[in-house]
């Protein structure tokens, strides 16, 4: 069974900077892609950020200029550089990682809370 677990959430002040990791276990099939969403309080989970095995990455609009998102194939593990946070950041992110062969599986991880505030 396939596991992710998240770190790296917290508090931070508006301007400041938090590095978000997932790291994946229990598959012995490649990921065809690595991700993060976000759901905040009364809204739809979104896109962040996320990068498939090929190379290219994906990113929400409103983080695409600020967020990086980065994956370390060997470790099975996916990060999330996330730089001048603003309030409007704050959420649960949660990790997603997705297999295509030889079935369509996903899985996502517990969620960690982001708070961006002063």
């Known amino acids: 069974q396939v596991q992710l677990v998240e770190s790296g959430g917290g508090l931070v002040q508006p301007g400041g900077s938090l590095r978000l990791s997932c790291a994946a276990s229990g598959s012995t099939l490649a990921f065809a892609a690595m991700g993060w969403y976000r759901q905040a309080p009364g809204k739809q989970r979104e896109l962040v950020a996320r990068m498939f095995s090929g190379g290219n990455t994906d990113y929400g609009d409103s983080v695409r200029d600020r967020f990086t998102g980065s994956r370390d194939n060997a470790k099975n593990t996916a990060y999330l550089q996330m730089n001048n946070l603003k309030s409007e950041d704050t959420a649960v992110y949660y990790c997603?990682?997705?297999?295509?062969?030889?079935?369509?599986?996903?899985?996502w991880g517990q969620g960690t809370q982001v708070t961006v505030s002063s």
């Open positions: 997603n990682a997705l297999i295509v062969r030889p079935q369509y599986q996903q899985y």
